[in-house]
């Protein structure tokens, strides 16, 4: 892969290129769960196998992996020090499926012991899978292609962002959400066949590819969401995501005081006594806040408001109003997310009137590149 990549800057500067790397060779590595006690799996055929490679035991339907002080357990009996991996046709995890195999890793995480679960899966599979857990069914494959190439150029980035870890990305909206198998469609198929090894590229670099639910008309440029400018995210004017069809367009979330008291604790140390916008982005996303708890003021960003009362409570940072009273904070807004990039629902109905997907990606990546990778 990184014969790709640099096969892609010497295409770029007219320099020869080198012959490319099998596509069938690359992989990514998802972070599919954390676990303290115990991993259970289930499929058919399923075999455990050491870190170098023995198998262990008979095929079974199912496999429990715990959680010892020296290492991994299977059965009771010692297992491995480091890491197990269990293989089959497909495997069950979490209340998701899984093709081929699952590692399981002895590992620590923020001071705790704990068993992390890594996929290891084609690329092209996984952008599928992330196709289908993105966006809904029923979309126009304009949309879904789209999200196809904003997803691999962002697990490409990743990747080599971090070679260093036993996984790539998150399986959340930390990196992009991947459910495993059981959600994918033919569509979501068809979008990752028909742009296969497309990525986004600028200045002989892959693109940061954000992307996020709906932006509420406007997209948020890359200096104003994340403090640093970046020439292919400006912010763009999208006039689909209002109309596509979204619940998230417009709303309105009444949130108890004392909810809100707990939520902002940390920054004013007492129950909050006014609330209320100081600044805006050029997008008119909230850029800082003030609160205030007796005689003590505190401004925070629009991303510190949001993420202390809750990415799941609060929308977006896309907020008309906020109204405090004796009993509710009420907090009313549009869109969904982080608003940096492409806008799913954006691109849903941009597609819906047959707009191709380079054009959408045009739209919310002004200026950088539709690039064959492979």
């Known amino acids: 892969m990184l014969a790709l990549v640099f096969a892609l800057c010497a295409a770029v500067s007219g320099e020869p290129t080198p012959a490319p790397v099998p596509t069938d060779a690359e992989t990514v590595r998802i972070a599919v769960g954390?676990?303290?006690?115990?991993?259970?799996?289930?499929?058919?055929?399923?075999?455990?196998?050491?870190?170098?490679?023995?198998?262990?035991?008979?095929?079974?339907?199912?496999?429990?992996?715990?959680?010892?002080?020296?290492?991994?357990?299977?059965?009771?009996?010692?297992?491995?020090?480091?890491?197990?991996?269990?293989?089959?046709p497909l495997l069950k995890l979490a209340g998701h499926s899984y093709r081929g195999a699952l590692e399981v890793r002895f590992a620590t995480y923020k001071g705790k012991v704990e068993m992390l679960v890594v996929h290891p899966l084609e690329l092209e599979t996984y952008v599928t899978g992330i196709v289908s857990s993105e966006l809904p069914r029923g979309w126009p494959l304009g949309a879904y292609q789209a999200q196809a190439v904003a997803a691999r150029t962002f697990a490409v980035t990743q990747k080599y962002r971090r070679l260093d870890l036993p996984y790539h990305m998150e399986s959340s909206v930390l990196d992009q959400v991947y459910h495993g198998v059981e959600r994918e469609h033919g569509l979501a198929e068809e979008a990752a066949r028909t742009t296969r090894g497309l990525v986004l590229t600028s200045q002989r670099h892959l693109a940061q590819t954000y992307f996020h639910a709906a932006c509420g008309g406007t997209t948020e440029s890359a200096l104003e969401g994340w403090g640093t400018s970046i020439d292919y995210l400006p912010g763009s004017t999208c006039t689909k995501c209002m109309t596509s069809g979204t619940n998230r367009a417009t709303w309105k979330v009444p949130i108890k005081r004392k909810d809100v008291d707990k939520a902002f604790a940390s920054v004013v140390g007492g129950p909050i006594s006014a609330i209320k916008i100081v600044a805006r982005t050029d997008s008119r996303r909230v850029k800082k806040v003030e609160l205030q708890s007796g005689k003590k003021r505190k401004v925070i960003t629009g991303a510190d408001f949001r993420r202390l009362l809750g990415w799941s409570v609060v929308w977006s940072t896309q907020i008309d109003s906020i109204i405090l009273t004796k009993s509710e904070l009420v907090v009313a807004g549009r869109g969904s997310g982080?608003?940096?990039?492409?806008?799913?629902?954006?691109?849903?109905?941009?597609?819906?009137?047959?707009?191709?997907?380079?054009?959408?990606?045009?739209?919310?990546?002004?200026?950088?590149a539709l690039t064959r990778l492979y």
């Open 34 to 88: 954390r676990f303290p006690d115990a991993v259970i799996v289930e499929g058919t055929d399923l075999v455990v196998r050491r870190s170098d490679g023995q198998a262990i035991g008979k095929k079974a339907n199912r496999v429990k992996i715990s959680l010892g002080k020296s290492g991994l357990f299977l059965d009771g009996k010692p297992l491995d020090r480091d890491i197990a991996t269990i293989t089959g």
């Open 338 to 368: 982080h608003g940096v990039g492409l806008c799913q629902w954006g691109a849903k109905g941009y597609a819906d009137d047959g707009v191709p997907y380079d054009e959408i990606l045009h739209r919310y990546y002004p200026g950088a």
